[in-house]
């Protein structure tokens, strides 16, 4: 277990299958959430199933999804993820969903992250990290600048949400800018 002021990230078991499924079906934690991704969006209970007997099978050397919590109240809150993890190149990709709105906005989801991070360039020894967003996520946008991580490019008009286009914004940050920006 991972614990910060706000949050705790905890590895996933069987019984977070129903928090996901809530939130992959619910239209507004999908839109901030998968990027345009239409496979992050409605599933059905039986697809969950499949796909959390996958997760929990996971190596947790290439990949993992881990469970955030409210340090509060133990409340199951999202999820925070990486993949394709390089140990030669020492890349990853990473990311996080706050499933429940009343946490959004509040520091959850930056902390969460954050939490991620450390933890992947401590035990990875991971030189970079990368993740992206699309450019109408101003809130993902902003928190990423404020744990350091660098706008690198723009995938222009390469999502499509709600009939309108918008460009899927590409981020990077280096261990050496984490440790410098920690002090």
Not at 22 to 36: F, I, L, Q, T, Y
Not at 127 to 155: Q, Y
Request: proline content about 3%.
């Amino acid at each position: 277990m991972i614990e910060g002021k706000l949050t705790r990230l905890r590895a996933l078991r069987a019984e977070d299958a129903e928090d996901h499924l809530r939130w992959r079906n619910d239209p507004e934690v999908v839109k901030w959430s998968a990027a345009g991704d239409p496979c992050f969006g409605p599933v059905t209970a039986e697809a969950i199933g499949l796909t959390f007997d996958a997760l929990l099978r996971l190596v947790p050397r290439e990949a993992a999804v881990l469970t955030v919590e409210d340090r509060t109240d133990g409340r199951v809150i999202g999820m925070a993820d990486y993949r394709d993890l390089d140990p030669y190149a020492g890349v990853a990709t990473l990311g996080v969903t706050i499933g429940e709105p009343e946490f959004w906005g509040r520091g959850h989801g930056s902390e969460a992250l954050g939490l991620l991070v450390d933890h992947l360039f401590g035990a990875y020894g991971l030189r970079r990290l990368e993740l992206d967003t699309w450019s109408g996520n101003e809130r993902a946008v902003r928190a990423f600048g404020k744990l350091g991580f660098r706008e690198e490019g723009r995938r222009r008009e390469a999502v499509l949400m709600g009939g309108e286009r918008y460009d899927r914004v590409l981020f990077g940050l280096l261990r050496s800018e984490w440790e410098a920006a920690r002090g």
